[in-house]
Structure formats: structure tokens, C-alpha cells
């Protein structure tokens, strides 16, 4: 849906109430410098090319991809932490990049990330109260001592750590520790989205799961909006609502959770489902795997027409190499309302018209020439 918005940046249509962010053809584009006195612009990488999405309030939109394909970029363009090359977010009813100075700093409070690495993103020199308080202050949440210690303590019997814990310093802590105090920071100025990019992948197998769960139980509590950016199915499969597929720079896939694990459609997405192990035997012994060859591609010199062409397993010769795939709702038997492809033969493929044939692996060096050569063969499972 396009969404007109004046200079100030409100919006005249907004999308519906539920709808919390509407992106629109998001482009994030990063130049590549050559020259030490003339700082000539040589070319790009394409990090963020063209992503169209809505998150809804409440819901959790799981962004799934190998790495490189632009997952962290995008939730940074979301909280306008990078600036858009082209397209449009619209949070809670303003386009983020008409703010500026003072409206930008106080819509800020409502967008929050949470990091991969807590220790990196959490000051060392900072006591956990000095952490927390600091963003209250910022946004005049703590009027007074009183209140704000009580919401101190709140804070961090909401992640399930002990008030004792607020004249520490972020190395005393364990790693699952430091991320509920990642969490409670974001959380500190009571905001309506929070970005999770790769929330747990640090962390023990073991520690995963309590803090997806504490996520979860937050979400609830707070009525908490997600983004949680992940290379790992596992952890997306179990948190999200709605899951995005993306690859080189866009969304190749999106549906419901469920639906996008009983159907995924685009041969990316189903190589990527192959990869996972499935607990029951004889389901294990007899699933479809696909072991993708050749490189992810470099995000500087992406392949022409589909940019999963170069991968394909059932790539044609009409269509695949020349003319890119739109997002676009399929209607397959079988298949839930509201399933998106962006994939010339979805339905040929979905119904065995076309089978997969060999990929031929060819390798692409950081310029994008490409050689005959094989690449590595690429374990969808390690992404
Ligand atoms: N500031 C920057 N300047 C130039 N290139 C960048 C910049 N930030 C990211 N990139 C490049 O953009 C591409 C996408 O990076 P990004 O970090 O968004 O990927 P990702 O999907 O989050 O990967 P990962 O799973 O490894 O975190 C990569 O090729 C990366 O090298
Ligand atoms: S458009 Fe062609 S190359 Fe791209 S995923 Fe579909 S079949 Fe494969
Ligand atoms: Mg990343």
C-alpha cells in the first residue's frame, strides 16, 4: 500500500491500526570508495535492495538469511540508524525519514534494538542502574528517584534478574545474564518495537531457549511488537508469527510461520527447510534435501534477472536470468491466502511441473567476474 505523508511527516492515508511499520521498496545502498585524495565512489553494495514489508502491532516478523544477504542492515534502516537509499518506513503513522533533530530523538524511545553481542553493546564502564537509567532520563521517564528506582526494580524482575544486580557491571555477568540486561535496557523506555538482531546467537544452546522464552513472555506483558533478525531457523520457527526469507538484498518468501514450514515455495526457501534435521525417523529418512552449490553471490555485483538464478536448482531458460521476480501472493491449492513468491515458476514448481535439476557451481569473486570454476558446496544447515 502506498501511504502519501505531508512535510512533517504525518501520514494522510495510514495503513490500517494494525499495521505498526509499512516498508516500501526499501533500498539501502553502501558506496564503495577507491583513492586516498579523491575518495571516488566505484561502486555499491546493494545490502538492502528493494524490500517491501508490513509488521503488525503485536506480531512477531521473523527475517531469516544467510549471511551477508542484508538481515542486520534492514533492521538498522528501520530504526533509521542507516539512511535509505530509496523507499519509505512508516512507523506507527510517520515516514522515520522525514524526522529530523528533536521529533527524531523522541520517536527513537519507541524503536529499540536489541544486539547479537550484549557485551560490544553495553558500555563496561557503566553500572547496570547507570545503563538502565540512562535512557529513562534521555526520554524523562524518571521523574523522580523514587519512581525511577521502583521502575528499576520492576525492569529487572520483568528479565529475572535480582535488584541486587543493578551495582554490577556488565563483565560480571554471564552471557545470557548480559542479554536480559540488552533486553531490559531496550525495554527501560517503554517502546512499541523492538529490533532483536540475532538475539541469541551468542549464547548457549541451553541459555537460547530461556531467553526466546523470556522474549515471548515480554511480548505479552508489554504488548511488545518484533522484528528478530536470525540466520537460524530453529530460533525463528519457535518465536515468530510471520517469517520473511531473504536472500541478497530482498524477500524472496513471507507467510505465516506455520505455513511457510508446512509450504515454503521458492527454491531458496526450500533448500534452506531441506537443511533441517526433523526429530521423527522415518520423516528424517525420506525429506527432500537440497545441498545448494556455489557462493552466496557478492551484494556488490548481484546476478541479473533472478538473483537466485546463479543457485537455482530449477532454474529455466526463460525468465530466470533476465527479468527479476516480484513479491508477489500466489493462489496454490492448499496453500493459506497471503503466501508471497518472488518467483517466476512458483506454482510450476509447487506442483512438480518442473523438477530440479543439477546446478553447475560457478565462482564469483568479490567484483562479481565469475569463472566456470566450482565453488564450495554450500551446507544450507550452517547458512
Ligand atoms: N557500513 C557498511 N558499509 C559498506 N558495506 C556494508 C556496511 N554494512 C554492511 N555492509 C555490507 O552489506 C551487506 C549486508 O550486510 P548485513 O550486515 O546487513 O548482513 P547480515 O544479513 O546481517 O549478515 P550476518 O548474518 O553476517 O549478520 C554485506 O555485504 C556487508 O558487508
Ligand atoms: S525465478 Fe527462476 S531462478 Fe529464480 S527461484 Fe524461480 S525458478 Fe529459480
Ligand atoms: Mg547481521
Sequence with gaps: MSTATTAHGRSQHSPGDDVLVEVTGVKVHFPIKRGVVFDKTVGY???????????????????????????????????????????TVIFDGVDVASLQGEELRRKRKDMQMVFQDPLSSLDPRQTVEALLLEGMNAHGLAK???????????????????????????????????????????????????????????????????????????????????????????VVRHISDRIGVMYLGSLVEESDADDLYAHPLHPYTRALMSAVPVPDPVVEDNRERIILVGDLPSPANPPSGCRFHTRCPWKQESKCDTDRPELRIVQIDGVPQGHRVACHYAEQIASG???????????????????????????????
Design 45 to 87: 553494495v546493494y545490502a538492502v535492495d528493494g524490500v517491501d514489508l508490513q509488521i503488525k502491532r503485536g506480531e512477531t516478523y521473523g527475517l531469516v538469511g544467510e549471511s551477508g544477504c542484508g538481515k542486520s542492515t534492514f533492521g538498522r534502516a528501520l530504526l533509521r540508524l542507516e539512511d535509505l537509499t530509496e523507499g
Design 144 to 234: 523522580d528517584k523514587a519512581a525511577a528506582n521502583k521502575r528499576l526494580r520492576e525492569l529487572l524482575s520483568a528479565v529475572g534478574l535480582p535488584a541486587a544486580a543493578l551495582k554490577k557491571y556488565p563483565h560480571e555477568f554471564s552471557g545470557g545474564q548480559r542479554q536480559r540486561i540488552g533486553i531490559a535496557r531496550a525495554l527501560s523506555v517503554d517502546p512499541k518495537l523492538i529490533v532483536a538482531d540475532e538475539p541469541v546467537s551468542a549464547l548457549d544452546v541451553s541459555v537460547q531457549a530461556q531467553v526466546i522464552n523470556l522474549l515471548e513472555d515480554l511480548q505479552e506483558e508489554f504488548g511488545l511488537t518484533y522484528l528478530v533478525v536470525a540466520h537460524d531457523l530453529a
Design 353 to 383: 511441473e518442473l523438477q530440479p535439476h543439477e546446478v553447475k557451481a560457478v565462482a564469483t569473486d568479490q567484483t562479481g567476474d565469475s569463472s566456470d570454476e566450482a565453488g564450495s558446496m554450500f551446507e544450507p544447515e550452517k547458512l
